[in-house]
């Protein structure tokens, strides 16, 4: 169990500009989590996998936001033309199981401020 | 839609005093409740949840909390608290029934512990 893997740990960028970030979760763990946390608020949801499948976006979220997890392993979140409404620090958490009572493992984070 | 409401954005308390974070939920179910706990520059991490089968629920480091269906809280306690509990502590509730798992964070609470 190495932990879920959040990179790069921080990225500046301009407005506008496009970002991805990776994240890689605990092996055989089915379920990957996308929140976005902004400082003196919890973490936001913003969209969830089940294994390869999206199965849950947040309504608040911008088309500008994408999320990807090919094969169910990795999983990638696009932002497309960013704005400084963006900067936040965007969470990945995984899940082993398909119960409601399980816990989230939680990646460190990506730092993203958009100038 | 589910949410939880944390009072107080900021508890401070002296070292080997009484630590009491609240939390309330809103639903008409009880749901299942979690309290996370993030240490600086650290993922979220899982204190400890309540899924029905005691109301009085035991976590990692000495914490505990009582989950009151009466009061709808699920308050957070530690008898005497020490200078490393000094975190960001998160209550989060997932929906007992209906289609979504996806947990919802209350805003958080800053734990301060002076010497």
């Known amino acids: 169990d190495t932990g879920v893997s959040q990179n790069p740990r921080h990225k500046i960028t301009k407005r506008g500009q496009n970002v991805t970030f990776r994240c890689d979760p605990i092996s055989e763990h089915n379920r990957l989590y996308w929140y976005r946390q902004t400082l003196g608020q919890g973490p936001e949801f913003l969209t969830y996998f089940q294994n390869e499948a999206q199965l849950e976006k947040s309504r608040l979220l911008s088309d500008r936001f994408s999320a990807e997890r090919p094969k169910g392993s990795f999983s990638t979140l696009e932002i497309q033309r960013t704005e400084q409404g963006d900067s936040a620090m965007y969470l990945c958490?995984?899940?082993?199981?398909?119960?409601?009572?399980?816990?989230?493992?939680f990646g460190s984070g990506t730092q993203l401020s958009v100038l | 839609a589910q949410s939880v409401t944390q009072l107080g954005s900021h508890v401070s308390v002296s070292e080997g005093a009484l630590v009491l974070l609240r939390c309330n939920y809103s639903s008409s179910v009880p749901p299942y409740l979690f309290w996370y706990v993030q240490y600086p520059n650290q993922g979220l991490q899982l204190l400890l949840k309540?899924?029905?089968?005691?109301?009085l629920v035991k976590g990692i480091n000495g914490f505990e909390a009582e989950f009151k269906k009466s009061e709808t809280s699920f308050h957070l306690t530690k008898p005497s608290a020490h200078m490393s509990d000094a975190a960001e502590y998160f209550c989060?509730?997932?929906?007992?029934?209906?289609?979504?798992?996806?947990?919802?964070f209350g805003r958080g609470t800053s734990l301060i512990v002076h010497p």
């Open positions: 989060a509730v997932t929906p007992a029934s209906g289609g979504s798992y996806i947990p919802t």
């Open positions: 309540y899924t029905s089968a005691a109301t």
């Open positions: 958490a995984s899940s082993p199981q398909q119960g409601r009572n399980e816990k989230l493992f």
